[in-house]
């Protein structure tokens, strides 16, 4: 069962001096995958850069959480998803995305997807693509106030998308009572990539929130 | 637009020899990606930690290849796509996904995924659930002989997948034409979780080659 987000008791600036220690370690980790995908160095220089990546990950290991990071929320209401697989500050697994919502309604996000998030040679995987639209597409559907779950999405391919820098924009077509239906799509610098379509509702557990 | 496979002229041992350099780094690299999540070492651990990594990144950059690694083929027809988001050898992105094909025609794919997968609190992100849920199918699809893109997929999702071990299963409806309808299950360890229906399309490239 999905549960509401912890809250913990923290001040803004503890959060960005949090993201100032954490989101450097991810960025260099970010790296770290791209360059373990691409590079040609000899077997011996490998096996030596796999033995300092173990070390490196068990002083990591010297004290952590149990289990996944988890959405938190500041008790001021200031959320961070940092574990996130689309969005985490802390997860190298994430491009990330940042989304940023425009005065129109219309919701972006610039994102450069390099190697690892190739699928056809030369190419983001669809599921990646579908990843990228699927958040923004929430993000405008939310627009910041109201927690959503994707309902349905919809995607119509119309090319390949390359991989490189990339922008994805979404806007609330229509609102009905808890459902709002969003509009998005991918593009690189030659136009449109992708098409979607998505549907996306208010959970259960914020509706009462959101009525008081 | 997307090119058939780049072909290399190298034998098994060859790529086996590969796999045992490049696969244990990729791992080294994935176990750091689910450490930086989860760490709660105090600040300066992570910021030595931080620069030994970009230093390590650096080492592998010192040669390497433009662009992503693309999908790779031995010139006897041996699939080396190391580089893939979902499946990648080399790709720490990649959970990665191993997908077993059953004598009743069933694929099976074992996967854990843990902290660096999550997107609601202690539960796999959807759009990850739907890229195992994409390739596991696909796979089913193929069935190792026919290369496929995926025309549509329609997840219906039971109940939230709780990070840790699950699995992913497929199997053939029917076939009409270069169409193939196949349907998939995710599951943990008390049942299904997501149910899902695609159908796979053989893309226009590799029909000429199954024609002949």
Redesign the interface.
């Known amino acids: 069962?999905?549960?509401p987000?912890?809250l913990e008791d923290i001040d803004s600036a503890e959060i960005e001096r949090r993201a100032a220690?954490?989101g450097?370690?991810?960025d260099?980790?970010r790296?770290?995958?791209d360059?373990?995908?691409?590079?040609?160095?000899d077997?011996d220089?490998?096996?030596?850069?796999?033995a300092?990546?173990?070390a490196?990950?068990a002083?990591?290991?010297?004290?952590?959480?149990e289990?996944?990071?988890?959405?938190r929320y500041t008790t001021g209401g200031v959320p961070m998803p940092?574990?996130?697989?689309?969005i985490?500050l802390?997860?190298?697994?994430a491009p990330p995305l940042h989304v940023v919502a425009g005065a129109d309604g219309v919701h972006t996000a610039e994102v450069e997807l390099?190697?690892?998030?190739?699928?056809?040679?030369?190419?983001v995987?669809?599921?990646?693509c579908?990843?990228v639209l699927?958040?923004v597409a929430g993000s405008a559907a939310s627009h910041g106030e109201r927690p959503h779950?994707?309902g349905t999405l919809t995607l119509r391919y119309r090319?390949?998308t390359p991989?490189g820098p990339l922008r994805a924009r979404a806007r609330i077509e229509r609102t009905e009572g808890w459902k709002t239906f969003v509009t998005a799509t991918l593009a690189d610098a030659a136009g449109v990539t992708i098409e979607a379509e998505g549907v996306f509702i208010v959970p259960a557990w914020a509706r009462s929130r959101l009525e008081r």
């Open positions: 069962m999905i549960v987000p912890a220690v954490y450097p370690l991810a260099a980790v790296d770290l995958v360059a373990t995908i691409r590079t040609t160095v077997d220089t490998v096996r030596a850069v796999a300092t990546i173990r490196a990950t002083r990591l290991r010297e004290s952590q959480i289990g996944g990071f988890g959405i940092w574990g996130n697989a689309a985490g802390r997860n190298a697994v390099g190697a690892a998030y190739e699928g056809a040679t030369g190419h995987h669809g599921n990646v579908a990843l699927d958040h779950v994707t090319r390949p991989l």
